[in-house]
Each structure stands twice: as C-alpha cells, then as structure tokens.
C-alpha cells in the first residue's frame, strides 16, 4: 500500500499507475495517515490510525466526516421540471411527482423481474432533481437513465464536485457555526447552503443512522471545507470500514451485498420506501419494471426476507455463512449478507436472509462456521436506535 504519493497540481479526479481512480480528498486523506485500499475503483480510505473501532465509536458519540466523492452524482433537467419528475417514476417504485422541492426521497432501480439494480437517493431542488447513486453502479445506472429520459430529460453526471458526509449528533452544532440556521433542516431536507466559502448542495441524511448531513461541494473548496469541518474538537476522519459498521448496526443495506439484482423491495423488506400512490390501488399504481412480480409477491409473500441476525456468544457470523434451521442435518434456509462485530451493541450482529417461514423475531437458526453450526437468532432491525432529526 502506497503510504505517501506528491501533491497533485489540480484536484480534479483522477487514476493511479494501478488505475484507480482519486477523489479530490486523496492527498488530504494520505496526510492524514489513511490506510488506502481499492473500493468501487477508487483508492479510498478504509481506516486512520485512530482505527475502526474507535472510529465508529466516536462517529455514534460525536462526529465523523466522511468522503464519499467516489458515488455518483446526477442532475435530470427538463423544460417542464414535473416531466422530469413523471419520466424517472417510470423507472423507480417510488412517489417522485409527490415530492416536495427541497426534499429527499430513497428509492431503487428495478429491473423487469422486480430485482433491485441499484438504491439510490432524489432530491427536489426545484428546477431540477438531484440523484445521488452508489459507486460500482453509477455507469450503469447513468447508462439506463440516459436511455429512458432522454431527449426530453438531460441526464447530466456532476464531475466537479466532491461529495462529503458529516454523521453523528453533534454534526449540527459543527455545521451551525458555519451557517447558523442549519438547525431548521430535518430529516431529508434539502438546501443550497454557502460553507466554507462555497455554495454547497446540503441535505439532512446519511447512511449511519446517525444524524448528518451530506454536502456536494465545488471540488476546489472541498479540501478547505473538510480541513475547516476537521479542525473541530468533536470531528474525526472516518474511513470505510467504520462506516460499514455503522451502517449494519443501522440495519442498513449495502447494494451487492445485502440487495441485488436478484433480491426484490418485498424481500429486502424495503417495502417502506414504496409509498401508496404507487402501490397496488394507488393513483399511479404500477408502470416501473418488475411492478407485476413486486405486486405478487406484496399480495402473496416472498420465499426468503431480509431479517437481522444476533449470532450467540462473541464470535461474527461474516457473509457467506449459511444458514440452517436445525443443529443438525438439513437443507440451507438461509444466508448471511452482511455480518461482523457491532461496537455500539457491543456484540456480533448480522444480516441476511432466510425462508419466510422463520423470518419472526426470536426464531433460533443455526449460522455454520467453520464446519460447526452455531446458535443464531433473529433480530428486530434496526439494531441501535436512530438518530434522525425528523
């Protein structure tokens, strides 16, 4: 692993001799003693010397920033911005017309099966929408937008802008004194803020399940902004493994991991994110991809659920490990997804999926490591408390 590489004289993203790409936090990651390691193509850190752990701790107890750069970012514009609006509802199962400017929305990609292709959050900034997509997916999804929307819609990637996320509850007072009336945003607000001397695209949201806030920033303020946030007594620099802890003890899913092409909003237990309007006897019922199979499987049950796992004693049940519904003998019911130890519960926790049937809380599995089968139970997500401003 690389430990030091020279400034670079513009910080536009860029590749390395291994051909991962940088985002324009490299360096300041790299300065400060970040452990980098290939993720979704990037160079990224996944840990500081103050380490996974205490990382993950300090984000639940006070702050921690984050560079997310590597995911993608989208603006669909349209003359008329409610066609905008009305052309990706055709691709998503979610309410996009019904949302309101200056708000936020999760929803998923889905392909003719009902399978998800990638989750992903809209936003409403009035004469536009703003969709943030995950890393590995984002060519992919740009490509499937651009083929539905367009000519009517320009589908537009944001290159030149960094992406960061400030997690943890004490991430409003350190956005307040950059710009006091950050206080009034909720959860999943949505405004145009000028921090650190820049105009910043900010919403109150995050994948940790902390309070935050995600902010796209100009890529040549972004490394002030992020010295500026750091310089915080309550602020850390938090890498990739912490948050993927955090997020797991949040009880949420990792896309190819925990959802795939393969796995459907009702058996990822996502259904939430599908509001009545386009539900089964909604006004807009319908007319995403795999809507008839999704409506299936709402009126009829899924063969497997996506359920939290609390495998007894210390050791982790990590992904990959199956699951049984005996000590003994028997078919796999089941798998794990996601899985390691969780420091805020203090204990190891998963996630995965397992047969209908035995997706009730309290029900005893049995998770095989190693060649021995180990007492698991299902767990009510998620498995900390969240922490949003709602």
Same mark, same amino acid.
């Given at each position: ?15 390395? !001799? ?12 790299? $300065? ?10 990037? %160079? ?18 006070? @702050? ?15 003359? %008329? ?9 055709? +691709? ?6 019904? +949302?309101?400017?200056?708000?936020? =929305? ?15 959050? &809209? ?13 590995? *997916?984002?060519?992919?999804? &740009? ?16 290159? /030149?802008? @960094? ?18 009336? &950050? /206080? ?19 919403? =109150? ?9 995600? &902010? ?43 959802? !795939? ?5 009702? $058996? ?33 049950? *899924? ?8 495998? !007894?004693?210390? @050791? ?18 089941? =798998? #794990? /997804? ?17 047969? $209908? ?11 095989? #490591?190693?060649?021995?089968? +180990? ?16």
């Amino acid at each position: 692993m690389r430990t030091h590489r020279p400034e670079r004289e513009n910080w536009d993203v860029s590749e390395d !001799d291994d051909g991962l790409k940088h985002t324009p936090l490299y360096d300041l990651h790299v $300065s400060l003693g970040a452990k980098m390691v290939p993720f979704a193509g990037y %160079d990224m850190p996944v840990q500081y010397p103050l380490g996974v752990l205490k990382e993950h701790q300090h984000t639940r107890a006070k @702050a921690g920033l984050f560079d997310v750069s590597h995911m993608g970012q989208v603006v669909l514009r349209a003359k %008329d911005p409610e066609a905008a609006k009305r052309a990706l509802e055709a +691709l998503v199962p979610v309410d996009v017309l019904g +949302l309101g400017e200056g708000r936020q =929305r999760y929803a998923f990609f889905t392909n003719d099966h009902g399978g998800i292709e990638d989750d992903l959050m &809209i936003a409403n900034r009035g004469d536009h929408l703003f969709v943030v997509v995950n890393a590995a *997916c984002k060519a992919a999804d &740009i490509a499937r937008m651009r083929a539905a929307l367009e000519p009517e819609v320009t589908v537009k990637e944001i290159t /030149t802008r @960094a992406l960061l996320a400030l997690q943890g509850p004490a991430a409003e007072a350190v956005l307040a004194e950059h710009y006091p009336n &950050i /206080t009034n945003m909720k959860f999943m607000d949505v405004e145009t803020l000028p921090l650190g001397g820049a105009e910043c695209w900010v919403s =109150r949201s995050g994948y940790t399940g902390e309070d935050g806030f995600e &902010i796209s920033v100009p890529e040549a303020a972004a490394v002030d902004l992020a010295k500026a946030l750091l310089a915080h007594e309550d602020v850390e620099p938090i890498g990739l493994g912490a948050r993927d802890s955090l997020r797991l003890e949040a009880g949420l899913c990792l896309y190819g991991h925990d959802i !795939d092409s393969s796995t459907t909003p009702v $058996s990822a237990q996502l259904t939430w994110a599908m509001q009545k309007v386009r539900r089964p006897g909604g006004d807009r019922a319908g007319g995403f991809p795999g809507a008839d199979e999704i409506f299936s499987e709402l009126a009829e049950s *899924c063969a497997q659920k996506r359920v939290g796992l609390r495998p !007894d004693g210390r @050791a982790p049940m990590r992904e990959g490990v199956e699951i049984f519904a005996s000590e003994e003998g028997g078919e796999a019911v089941g =798998r #794990v /997804t996601s899985g390691g130890f969780g420091p805020t519960v203090g204990g190891p926790v998963a996630m995965g999926y397992v047969s $209908s049937a035995l997706a009730t809380e309290g029900t005893q599995l049995y998770g095989e #490591v190693r060649g021995k089968r +180990l007492l698991v139970t299902v767990a009510k997500l998620p498995f900390v408390p969240q922490g949003f401003k709602r």
